[in-house]
């Protein structure tokens, strides 16, 4: 190990704050930093955008169709908030409306990849259409027994091995050096056919076996010896295929398949015209609005269609809910027509927005509600005609309509309008300048700043990728010039971003749709929330903190950073919403109520202020009184364009409900949100060049802009709504979440047996016969241990990190809530005497923290590859560091699940307290020993024994807590001890490399 006695670059041994002696930093880094601390805390509206990639180039008539339509929603939710919520279905059918017709204006299509493909995509495309084809095997061949043969399984068996081992020799053995050269898409593909055929021929060799005689479908037999045939020619003769056919596959596969499809559907008449007809329409406007070179003012063809088509499924609806309301149930060729055209909307908006994962697993859903009479095992239903699941989905309240678009149309969307006025009165930047006074001097200051200033912007926006683009764009070069490497810089900014989402009081979405799954108050998801999110960040702050003691990366000088001090008392009245919101809650108003309380503290407190500091101004540091006509300008400026949008605007709302005064709430909602976008149209263009442009001070068109930026945020969340609402209606009408969760239970039941029966004939064997362990020791250690929980817990975050692969967190959770919360909620029923309302939220958050955690966990890390594409760092790689800056969270949610107490719920104050302080403590603890270095590398045994240390503090009981605190105590201390003569402040180079340019400054230390 090589040291230094003088802190590298010049800084304090406390790490309390950078010197500009010798050492320090040089100034044109100290300079270019400084830009970035500048332009970090003058960003604004970056996160409007949450699902990235929008059109930034609309002409005039689009952008102010945009604006119309975003006021539009806004008010329309404002409104009915105030007055009084819709009618479920109503509400929510005009939500989704409005915001399909934004998506198509707003986010094209995206382009087909057209040149080669790498290892993943080949497997992916070949499991996707070896599934389909033997789906297509299985309908096909049906009940007729003419397309099976009646022969022994051996026989099969024996021909299946040989075919299998006579093309893996062709491919690999049989002349060598005569192979061609497969791309990496080939060799992925061959290799997973290969793997496939294998397990379909295990499939049809042990499927409706009756004395060792079992019917083998023809059909399969063809697909098993095509998929040899076809892994022979991608590994052997990859030359045969020709190059067109990969960029045809992706530019016209999906078209392809889906006019297969519907020509199927017609000729079977399993559908009718009022299915085929709208989904060729939609089918002909997503592939014209990327090949057809026809345009409306710079804007697809296509794509104003497809838009228009959204705005009237959604507005059918609205219309004419009551009439379906008293039908529900009863297939109407009209519904199922609309119907159509609004899943398949939904699909292909989510495709724009939120990529493909989530519209593969939505599609395979409705797959399976078709088929359910030909899937195998437990997977097995009755199935339903496509008018039923086309009902199922989009008439009821059940599908689409679902709780999730019913959490969005509600709480989300106001909080949503909340947030993005908080960013429209400096809130952002007031935090921003918070964490740089607070961390930018300490250790590794930089990347601190980006831990808190990502969480910040996390919990508002609900989508780990908009921190990470927002905040990265500045925080990522900022940690890179301070010495950090581009990889761990990227994995800073993810982490914490991805963090974010758990978060109080936002939380994303997610807290919305948890108080509909759980039935918990806002309050008490808070609570509940409140030491995780404390124990995730703290975790992350000591992992960064002595990573940076490892790579020699010290603080910012004080001089360039701002002072607490002043910035609360110059912009604390800032924190009053926030204040606000906690105090409306906590007096047990509802969500709604306290995000209106919010929004409306947040607008007048800001023109309030604006008010009383409008008579000065500020000239060299001095404050100074401005002329009185200046002051009255300024007055003008800020009042009359309001005071005028709000008199035409109350006056034609009025004289609307009169003309209109026999129309259902509705339509009046409608018709009065409309007039006050049409007169903020006007008003806004009217008053353009009266546009104060100050990021920190409301106007109308700020405030009107913050409707719009909230609509933009929330488009997203609409859609990953909408589409988890087809998952969750398949779901609950295949009863498949039932069987899922008995499924989980039996595998644990299994296990959990197995390992009992394992310990029982150790007890017995002759080695611990001495020991006397009794004929239950097996059952009763496993009991004792909560195996099966742990168990159970294991596979449901396997199965929320895998779901969470190209899920937005919404989506994901909704899923998981439905398929995995269940299972667990039945197991800790049996474990933990705890409140009904406790175990629900212990497993609801446990399943919502592992889907927030897939966006950091690779391969599919989407937080790590946002972050990665700003600093140019390996996006795995990214998504390792992430993974392990965030470690401590990957273990939390199976503390507070054998601790309870960790979520605050059933306690009292004192054991409130006592679980914060054991949280804090066993999160440090956790998190140093999976960092490994303190003042030196730490051995391993040491490591061991603090994340034993850690896990034991915050375990149920005070004499484990205790111990724990002991061990924690007792192997700090001797590291400590033993490094006693080492400075505070060290680089080891026998550990993780040092980073960036500190490299090369310490190889000769």
Not at 716 to 733: L, Y
Request: with cysteine; net charge neutral.
């Amino acid at each position: 190990m090589t040291t230094d006695s003088r802190p590298p670059d010049g800084y304090d041994e406390s790490g309390a704050g950078a010197a500009t002696t010798e050492g320090a930093l040089d100034d044109s880094t100290l300079e270019s930093i400084g830009k970035d601390i500048s332009g970090l805390e003058k960003q604004e509206e970056v996160v409007d955008d949450a699902g990235m990639g929008s059109r930034q180039d609309l002409q005039t008539l689009w952008r102010w169709t945009v604006f119309f339509g975003a006021v539009l929603l806004a008010v329309f939710h404002l409104w009915t908030a105030v007055t009084q919520t819709l009618p479920p279905l109503q509400q929510r059918s005009l939500h989704l409306g409005l915001g399909l017709g934004l998506v198509f204006l707003l986010y094209p299509a995206q382009p087909r990849a057209s040149g080669p493909q790498g290892a993943f995509s080949g497997a992916v495309m070949t499991v996707g259409l070896m599934l389909l084809a033997y789906l297509t095997t299985g309908v096909a061949s049906g009940d007729n027994t003419a397309m099976y043969l009646y022969l022994p399984q051996w026989v099969f068996g024996l021909l299946a091995v040989a075919a299998i081992a006579g093309a893996w020799w062709w491919i690999f053995k049989w002349q060598p050096d005569g192979r061609g050269t497969p791309s990496k898409a080939q060799k992925s593909a061959g290799a997973t056919l290969l793997v496939l055929t294998g397990l379909m021929s295990l499939d049809l060799v042990f499927s409706d076996a009756a004395g060792g005689f079992f019917y083998l479908p023809v059909l399969g037999l063809v697909l098993v010896v095509l998929s040899l045939l076809l892994a022979v020619v991608l590994l052997r003769l990859p030359q045969v295929v020709p190059v067109w056919l990969w960029p045809a596959v992706t530019r016209w596969g999906t078209s392809v398949a889906g006019v297969l499809i519907l020509l199927y559907l017609a000729v079977s008449g399993a559908a009718e015209l009022n299915v085929i007809g709208p989904a060729l329409l939609v089918l002909a406007m997503v592939q014209g609005s990327r090949y057809l070179p026809f345009k409306i003012l710079g804007l697809p063809f296509a794509d104003v269609v497809l838009a228009l088509l959204g705005v009237l499924a959604g507005l059918y609806m609205f219309f004419n809910y009551e009439e379906i309301q008293s039908t529900v149930g009863i297939v109407n060729p009209t519904y199922v027509a609309v119907g159509t055209v609004g899943i398949l909307l939904i699909l292909v908006a989510a495709a724009r927005v939120l990529g493909q994962a989530l519209v593969v697993l939505a599609s395979a859903m409705v797959v399976f509600a078709y088929l359910g009479k030909y899937m195998p095992g437990f997977l097995q239903h009755r199935g339903a005609s496509v008018d039923q699941i086309v009902t199922n989905l989009w008439v009821s309240t059940e599908g689409v309509f679902g709780t999730p678009l019913g959490i969005s149309a509600t709480f989300i969307f106001l909080f949503m309008i909340f947030a993005a006025m908080l960013q429209r009165t400096g809130m952002e930047k007031f935090f921003t300048d918070l964490a740089l006074g607070a961390t930018g001097s300490a250790i590794g200051g930089t990347s601190k700043v980006g831990i808190v200033t990502s969480a910040f912007t996390g919990t508002i926006t609900g989508s780990s990728v908009a921190g990470t683009v927002s905040n990265g764009a500045f925080t990522i070069p900022m940690m890179k010039k301070s010495g950090y490497n581009p990889e761990y810089a990227g994995a800073v900014e993810a982490s914490s971003s991805t963090g974010g989402q758990v978060l109080p009081p936002i939380m994303g979405a997610g807290a919305f749709i948890m108080i509909e799954f759980t039935g918990a108050s806002y309050q008490e998801i808070l609570v509940a929330a409140a030491i995780p999110a404390m124990m995730f960040f703290l975790a992350q702050y000591v992992v960064v903190h002595y990573d940076s003691k490892r790579f020699g990366i010290g603080g910012l000088p004080k001089e360039m950073l701002p002072n607490v001090r002043q910035v609360l008392l110059t912009r604390g009245y800032l924190l009053i919403p926030i204040i606000a919101i906690f105090g409306l809650l906590s007096m047990g108003y509802s969500p709604m109520f306290s995000a209106m309380g919010a929004v409306a503290a947040v607008v007048a407190i800001n023109l309030l202020v604006q008010f009383i500091t409008v008579p000065w101004t500020r000239i060299d540091g001095t404050w100074r009184l401005r002329a009185v006509g200046e002051i009255a300008g300024n007055l003008v400026r800020l009042t009359l364009p309001i005071a005028v949008a709000g008199a035409a605007a109350a006056a034609l709302v009025w004289l609307a409900q009169v003309l209109v005064a026999d129309v259902n709430r509705g339509i009046t909602a409608l018709i009065a949100s409309a007039i006050i976008a049409l007169v903020a149209v006007v008003v806004v263009s009217a008053f353009r060049k009266w546009a104060a442009h100050d990021p920190d001070r409301l106007d109308l068109n700020s405030i009107l802009d913050g409707l719009v930026g909230a609509a933009r945020l929330a488009v997203p969340i609409i859609i990953a709504c909408a589409a988890a609402g087809i998952i969750a209606g398949v779901i609950t009408t295949t009863d498949l979440g039932l069987k899922l969760s008995s499924g989980l239970l039996g595998v644990a039941d299994s296990i959990s047996a197995g390992i009992a029966s394992g310990l029982d004939r150790i007890a017995a064997s002759a080695l611990l016969s001495w020991a006397d362990l009794g004929a239950d020791f097996g059952p009763q250690l496993v009991q004792d241990l909560r195996l099966d929980l742990a168990l159970i817990l294991a596979m449901s975050m396997l199965a929320c990190l895998v779901l969470g692969i190209g899920l937005p967190t919404t989506a994901n959770y909704v899923i998981t809530a439905t398929l995995a919360a269940p299972a667990i909620v039945q197991v800790l029923a049996g474990e933990f005497d705890v409140p009904q309302i406790s175990m629900l939220l212990m497993a609801h958050l446990f399943v919502y923290y592992y889907g927030v955690l897939a966006d950091i966990t690779p391969p599919v890390c989407l937080a790590a590859y946002a972050a990665s594409g700003i600093s140019g760092g390996n996006a795995v790689q990214t998504g390792v560091y992430a993974v392990r800056i965030a470690n401590a969270a990957f273990i939390m949610p199976f503390m507070f699940v054998f601790n309870p107490a960790l979520l605050l719920q059933d306690v009292t104050f004192l054991e409130g307290v006592f679980s914060v302080i054991s949280g804090a403590v066993g999160a440090v603890l956790v998190s140093l020993g999976l960092a490994g270095f303190i003042k030196r590398n730490v051995p391993w045994l040491l490591r061991s024994g603090l994340i034993i240390a850690g896990l034991l503090v915050v375990s149920p009981g005070i004499l484990v807590t205790v111990l724990g605190l002991a061990l924690g105590g007792g192997v700090y201390a001797l590291e400590s001890w033993r490094t006693r003569d080492l400075p505070n402040f060290v680089v080891d180079t026998d550990g993780m490399q040092p980073m960036g340019r500190n490299k090369n400054r310490f190889a000769d230390a």
